[in-house]
């Protein structure tokens, strides 16, 4: 349990214990502990889960299968910009694989992954509800649509 306190502010650490001390004696909270430590540190690292393991006197195996079988969760960091690239079948007819491409070229990463210096993560997903504007990418929530690979280094420039 050492690895949260060297990797971790000790503000956070108190947050997460706040909630796991409120929760921890309610059935079926875990899941809400859980939702509530992605919040607070934006991902849920090992570190994180055997935290939480410890508090709640709940197997590690336990919460990290919750952790990988819903999408909502996530082991990897989140960049300050997500970007997520439509693959549904009106965008990846229209073309969406190859902004995803470039997407991939220009920023050194691939999908799942965040750049170095944690600015952008990169996700593919799956029907975003603008099949309109096919092809599609939603960066923090703000979609970019009728996309071109040449439109992809243009659109990453409003987010120097």
């Known amino acids: 349990m050492q690895a949260i306190y060297e990797k971790f502010s000790q503000e956070n650490i108190n947050k997460l214990k706040k909630v796991i001390d ?3 004696d309610t059935d079926g909270s875990l899941i809400a ?27 590690l195996t336990e919460i990290f299968g919750i952790a990988t079988f819903y999408s909502r969760f996530t082991l990897k960091p989140s960049g300050k910009y997500k970007i997520g690239v439509c693959l ?7 073309g969406s ?3 995803l491409d470039k997407l991939k070229e220009k920023l050194g990463i691939s999908v799942g992954d965040v750049t170095g210096d944690g600015k952008f993560s990169l996700e593919a997903t799956r029907c975003l509800g603008a ?17 071109t690979p040449d439109d992809v280094e243009d659109i990453l420039k409003k987010f120097d």
Do not use: D
Request: with cysteine.
């Open 22 to 24: 409120q929760l921890k």
């Open 33 to 59: 502990v859980m939702n509530e430590a992605q919040e607070i540190f934006g991902y849920l690292p090992i570190e994180v889960q055997q935290f939480i393991s410890e508090e709640m006197n709940v197997p």
């Open 88 to 94: 549904g079948t009106a965008c990846y007819v229209k």
């Open 97 to 99: 694989a190859m902004v």
């Open 131 to 147: 099949c309109g504007l096919a092809p599609v990418m939603m960066i923090n929530g703000e979609v970019f649509g009728r996309l």
